[in-house]
């Protein structure tokens, strides 16, 4: 079964800096046929269900910032935030869909 | 607009059951897979079971295989879990989201592009 982790737990980023949010997968999620990897990431609001951000590892969904980017292959991946504003304050999870969904445990974004 | 409205939880004894439902609005309901997602209290996600587009393919997490079935009603655009035997550890948010699923992943499951507000399943006696 693949398992996946995320890194850090936690973190806090001044307003407009970057935020690096790290996911590790123990097996590859990357479909040879398609060359895609299968990964997305999620944003959770106190309160809120979860929201898309990323799928494919590094394609936005409709709507979503700019300032949010996935990149990665295989078994890493990062979820970056290039600006963080006040609104961004949240849990990120990463999922992947390789196999039989699962999700990281998270991380949670605070303001420094 | 999509909407997913999620009902059905509330709180039972250890042992009891109880049935959820989701009621899908704004898209094709029976164009898309479908899953249950939980969320104890505090805690991070977990994928409980899917549902493909015909219902003919469905799938489980092992800590509900077993106790939980999933269905679909596509002439009501409905989703449903029902829930035996519950446990303590299966009291969470129970979210229902709409799966990207095939043709996007041609394997099954998908990434969740809609997720309903959820219901709260709390198991205590």
């Known amino acids: 079964d693949i398992v996946m982790t995320q890194s850090p737990d936690s973190l806090a980023v001044s307003l407009g800096e970057r935020a690096t949010i790290n996911c590790k997968s123990s097996?590859?999620?990357?479909?040879?046929?398609?060359?895609?990897?299968?990964l997305a990431w999620y944003q959770q609001k106190p309160g809120q269900p979860p929201k898309l951000l990323i799928y494919?590892?590094?394609t936005r969904e409709s709507g979503v910032p700019d300032r949010f980017s996935g990149s990665g292959s295989g078994t890493d991946f990062t979820l970056t935030i290039s600006s963080l504003q006040a609104e961004d304050v949240a849990v990120y999870y990463c999922?992947?869909?390789?196999?039989?969904?699962?999700f990281g445990p998270g991380t949670k974004v605070d303001i420094k | 607009q999509v909407q997913l409205v999620e009902s059905g939880g509330g709180l039972v004894k250890p042992g009891g059951s109880l049935r959820l439902s989701c009621a899908a609005s704004?898209?094709?309901?029976?164009?898309?897979?479908m899953s249950w997602i939980r969320q104890a209290p505090g805690k991070g996600l977990e994928w409980v079971s899917y549902?493909?587009?015909?219902?003919?393919?469905?799938y489980y997490a092992d800590s509900v295989k077993g106790r939980f079935t999933i269905s679909r009603d596509n002439a009501k655009n409905s989703l449903y879990l029902q829930m035996n035997s519950l446990r303590a550890e299966d009291t969470a948010v129970y979210y229902c989201?709409?799966?990207?699923?095939?043709?996007?992943?041609?394997?099954?499951?998908?990434?969740?592009?809609?997720w309903g507000q959820g219901t709260l399943v709390t198991v205590s006696s």
């Open positions: 989201a709409r799966d990207s699923g095939p043709p996007e992943c041609s394997g099954g499951s998908c990434y969740f592009d809609y």
């Open positions: 704004g898209f094709t309901f029976s164009d898309y897979y």
């Open positions: 549902i493909s587009s015909s219902g003919s393919t469905i």
């Open positions: 097996q590859s999620v990357l479909y040879s046929s398609n060359n895609k990897n299968y």
């Open positions: 494919w590892a590094s």
């Open positions: 999922q992947q869909y390789y196999s039989t969904p699962l």
